[in-house]
Nanobody, 119 residues
Framework: QVRLVESGGGLVQPGGSLRLSCAASGIVFNFYAMDWYRQAPGKQRELVAAITSGGSTNYVDSVKGRFTISRDNAKNTVYLQMNSLKAEDTAVYYC?????????????WGQGTQVTVSS
């Protein structure tokens, strides 16, 4: 059974920092690309940051220079370090694990963790 469990969300003031974690089980973690998505109320889910199995990273423009995605394959965990948080970063953040093997696609989601940026 595949499980992705996010943690680290909460309430933070503008300009503050949070680190999200996503612990994976039931998959061969180092074979998977890992992504962080977010969904704000009334908006579509958007890809925030991605890291490939080889460690290459990519970010949506709105978080470049503020967020850092990283992975620890020994701990089967992906992180999202969020600095200089803004009110518009408020959303539910979801972890996603994905890989393509031949003609099959594998795609798994966590349950989400709430991040609220407010004074």
């Amino acid at each position: 059974q595949v499980r992705l469990v996010e943690s680290g969300g909460g309430l933070v003031q503008p300009g503050g920092s949070l680190r999200l974690s996503c612990a994976a089980s039931g998959i061969v973690f180092n074979f998977y690309a890992m992504d962080w998505y977010r969904q704000a109320p009334g908006k579509q889910r958007e890809l925030v940051a991605a890291i490939t199995s080889g460690g290459s990273t990519n970010y949506v423009d709105s978080v470049k220079g503020r967020f850092t995605i990283s992975r620890d394959n020994a701990k089967n965990t992906v992180y999202l370090q969020m600095n200089s948080l803004k009110a518009e970063d408020t959303a539910v953040y979801y972890c996603n694990a994905n890989r393509v093997m031949g003609y099959r696609e594998y795609d798994y989601w966590g349950q989400g963790t709430q991040v609220t940026v407010s004074s």
